[in-house]
């Protein structure tokens, strides 16, 4: 067993594996709720729990059973660009779990907003999902789209983010658009997490901002002459 291995877990999932009962139980109500409105929701609640599961459990075939033929991806990481194809989807969680081997979602706090939204539309679901992700960077991988290399730090992740996923009407994923803070989210597994609450610092940051925009905008016109 390594170093790092030795750290164990993140001590944070506890907090919040504590909302899931009350998180299900609400899930399950929407179902319910959609079903008497004549929607075709029968089945619900058991995909998001499989999905929610897969990354619980760092199952890549839980992850394939969920995700349909044709799937595209959007991720802050991909900086917009639309990855299309399932294997590539597949490929990042097997990243994303070989370097964080505890990784797990949860809502991001125990209110109605962290609740799924749910939309149908055109013979398709569509779903919102405000998640909080929660694990330790003990593990390494190889990036799947450039090919970097990524090795734990030993530090734990504890960030927020929204998930739009489109779906089809037996719940298989067609399309994921997830967005987060990478910058936060860098901050900290570089230990710098708490600083970034720092108001004085936010303010420097803006200001340097402010400060190098010109600069910038001036090499854009001349780069594009």
């Given at each position: 067993?390594?170093?790092?291995?030795?750290?164990?877990?993140?001590?944070e999932h506890a907090q919040h594996q504590a909302l899931m009962?009350?998180?299900?139980?609400?899930?399950?109500?929407?179902?319910?709720?959609?079903?008497?409105?004549?929607?075709?929701?029968?089945?619900?609640?058991?995909?998001?729990?499989?999905?929610?599961?897969?990354?619980?459990?760092?199952?890549?075939?839980?992850?394939?059973?969920?995700?349909?033929?044709?799937?595209?991806?959007?991720?802050?990481?991909t900086f917009q660009e639309n990855r299309l194809g399932r294997?590539?989807?597949?490929?990042?969680?097997?990243?994303?779990?070989?370097v964080f081997p505890d990784f797990a979602f949860y809502p991001?706090?125990?209110?109605?907003?962290?609740?799924?939204?749910?939309?149908?539309?055109?013979?398709?679901?569509?779903?919102?999902?405000?998640?909080?992700?929660?694990?330790?960077?003990?593990?390494?991988?190889?990036?799947?789209?450039?090919?970097?290399?990524?090795?734990?730090?030993?530090?734990?992740?504890?960030?927020?983010?929204?998930?739009?996923?489109?779906?089809?009407?037996?719940?298989?994923?067609?399309?994921?658009?997830?967005?987060?803070?990478?910058?936060?989210?860098?901050?900290?597994?570089?230990?710098?997490?708490?600083?970034?609450?720092?108001?004085?610092?936010?303010?420097?940051?803006?200001?340097?901002?402010?400060?190098?925009?010109?600069?910038?905008?001036?090499?854009?016109?001349?780069?594009?002459?």
């Amino acid at each position: 067993m390594s170093r790092l291995e030795k750290l164990g877990p993140s001590p944070e999932h506890a907090q919040h594996q504590a909302l899931m009962p009350e998180f299900w139980k609400k899930v399950r109500q929407q179902e319910k709720n959609d079903i008497e409105r004549g929607l075709p929701a029968q089945g619900r609640t058991e995909f998001a729990y499989t999905w929610f599961d897969a990354w619980a459990e760092q199952d890549i075939k839980k992850i394939d059973y969920c995700i349909a033929e044709e799937c595209s991806y959007i991720d802050s990481t991909t900086f917009q660009e639309n990855r299309l194809g399932r294997q590539f989807t597949i490929d990042n969680c097997q990243a994303a779990f070989d370097v964080f081997p505890d990784f797990a979602f949860y809502p991001q706090d125990g209110t109605n907003r962290s609740l799924p939204y749910w939309d149908y539309f055109d013979d398709q679901w569509r779903v919102t999902i405000p998640w909080r992700g929660i694990g330790r960077m003990i593990g390494e991988t190889i990036e799947p789209n450039t090919g970097a290399k990524l090795k734990g730090t030993g530090r734990c992740l504890n960030f927020i983010g929204i998930d739009r996923y489109t779906l089809t009407e037996d719940f298989k994923i067609t399309h994921i658009d997830t967005d987060w803070d990478m910058l936060y989210g860098a901050a900290q597994l570089a230990g710098l997490g708490s600083l970034m609450h720092s108001q004085r610092l936010q303010r420097i940051g803006l200001r340097a901002a402010s400060l190098v925009a010109p600069v910038f905008r001036l090499a854009t016109l001349l780069t594009t002459r």
